[in-house]
């Protein structure tokens, strides 16, 4: 038995000779395929591609409705249209699901009726704790590229050979000036990583509700998607 075979160096130099093998044997398949110009390399890092031709379609944009204390969540609604039914989530204050939004599938089970789901959000609403506009420029964002990746569409269209770009990105929000509350999450951004604090709303007890907006949309140029975020101490995790 060969002991000199499994040490680090040796199996090192095991994956580098396999990885050439395989290098080689994609070029081999790939001889005739003409040669990447310039151009094209750039398209990834300057264009951008459309997924659909309409570009009439609206933003999402998220609101809070209120917080109900009993059940430690406060309640958001995301709109997609005015004939499109709308999404109603839950934020959870506290517990396990502290900072997660979640949505409330058990409406939509019993009804997918725009109306019906209307007048569902119009009746809970009444009976939330009202949520308090707060200053957005006392917050700062920061955000990070976790994964980026380039999808490709097929069809006849030109735009077809130009990638879509996808992002992982992950947001944190903080107070600009010394601690405090502060959060984060991770959301899918499309052709461009960018996003900004469109509204922050407090909620007592020193915390508040970020709104974000975003480029989540990958329809024409990109259309925004908003997202929340529970900027809190993470102290009351009862």
């Known amino acids: 038995m060969n002991r000199d075979a499994k040490t680090p160096s040796a199996l090192i130099a095991i994956a580098r000779t396999r990885r050439m093998q395989r290098a080689l044997a994609h070029a081999y398949l790939h001889r005739g395929a003409p040669m990447p110009t310039l151009r094209s390399s750039l398209c990834y890092m300057t264009a951008t591609a459309c997924v659909v031709d309409d570009v009439a379609q609206p933003r999402h944009r998220m609101r809070v409705l209120g917080v109900a204390r009993a059940e430690g969540v406060a309640y958001v609604v995301e709109e997609l249209g005015a004939d499109e039914t709308p999404v109603v989530y839950r934020l959870g204050l506290r517990g396990a ?59 006849p269209s030109l735009v077809a050979d130009l990638p879509i770009r996808k992002f992982a990105l992950q947001l944190l929000v903080e107070p600009v000036n010394g601690p405090g509350p502060s959060g984060k999450t ?13 509204d922050v709303w407090s909620i007592g007890g020193g915390d508040a509700i970020a709104r974000i907006s975003y480029t ?11 997202t929340v975020v529970l900027l809190t101490s993470g102290l009351d995790a009862a």
């Open 97 to 155: 699901r502290l900072g997660h939004l979640v949505p409330v599938h058990a409406w939509y089970e019993l009804a997918d009726d725009v109306g019906e789901i209307r007048a569902r959000i119009a009746a809970i609403t009444a009976t939330l704790e009202p949520v308090v506009r707060g200053t957005a420029e006392a917050w700062m964002l920061s955000t990070r590229i976790v994964q980026r990746r380039a999808l490709r569409i097929s069809g």
């Open 186 to 198: 991770t959301v899918t951004a499309f052709l461009r990583p960018q996003a900004q604090i469109a």
């Open 216 to 226: 989540g949309i990958p329809s024409g140029p990109g259309l925004s998607k908003d």
